[in-house]
């Protein structure tokens, strides 16, 4: 609102954010932050270590902290719903500590944000009324705070899984058991990050179109021309 100026440094869904590497502009744009919010879980390193190297050093909040995440766990947090509340809650109360002067704005600010992630909220009991337990495959573990909160079954091979979430390439065999796990029914959607780069991705999407599985595309960051992070989200729930 009227009471920050936010930076956002990866704004395109284009880029992997994984492999991304900050340019010197990034860097300074840290420099006059009196609040800097990363993600944590190794995840975005260089932002954390950028920000606890500037003196003064600025607030941080870390969203895996907040959610009692950390190296090693799943670092996508801002799928699941729960997680979302919780960093907002521990955003909006930095923001009063940083800023107390203006009383009772940020909570203000809060409460109607709350109010716009109706649509979220919405979407996500439809999916838990109407589709409890089906199954779901992804090609990366973007997705998967929010499949446990829609209580999908995350059939993914478990190979190709932890591969994924080690950014190495899957073995053969794991690429196969994928494969025979969509031809063979074992899938109801797949879930494909179109953020991951790789042909062995691609691959898994041809598989999938060939059997007649259902793709659904999702992004690791706001989707290009959506306007909100509620938007974003509501677009690839109906899509799911």
Request: with cysteine; charged share 20%.
């Amino acid at each position: 609102g009227a009471c920050a100026a936010v930076t956002t440094i990866i704004t395109s869904s284009a880029l992997d954010p994984h492999d991304y590497e900050p340019s010197p502009a990034d860097i300074a744009s840290f420099g006059d932050a009196e609040l800097v919010v990363v993600n944590g879980c190794d995840y975005d390193h260089w932002a954390d270590e950028t920000a606890r190297e500037l003196d003064p050093r600025p607030v941080i909040v870390n969203a895996c902290e907040v959610v009692g995440k950390g190296d090693g766990d799943n670092p996508h947090v801002w799928y699941g719903p729960d997680f979302v509340v919780a960093v907002a809650g521990a955003v909006t109360e930095q923001l009063q500590s940083v800023l107390p002067s203006v009383g009772t704005y940020f909570p203000d600010r809060a409460a109607a944000w709350s109010a716009s992630m109706q649509g979220y909220r919405d979407e996500i009991a439809r999916i838990r009324t109407e589709f409890p337990g089906r199954t779901y495959a992804a090609t990366e573990s973007v997705f998967d705070n929010m499949g446990d909160a829609l209580t999908l079954e995350n059939t993914t091979p478990e190979g190709f899984a932890r591969a994924a979430a080690n950014e190495t390439d899957p073995s053969p065999g794991d690429v196969q058991a994928f494969d025979e796990l969509l031809t063979g029914g074992g899938a109801s959607v797949l879930v494909y990050n179109v953020q991951t780069e790789g042909s062995i991705p691609q691959q898994i999407r041809g598989t999938a179109e060939g059997a007649g599985v259902p793709v659904v595309d999702v992004t690791e960051t706001v989707a290009e021309g959506a306007t909100s992070f509620a938007e974003w989200q509501v677009s690839q729930l109906q899509a799911l």
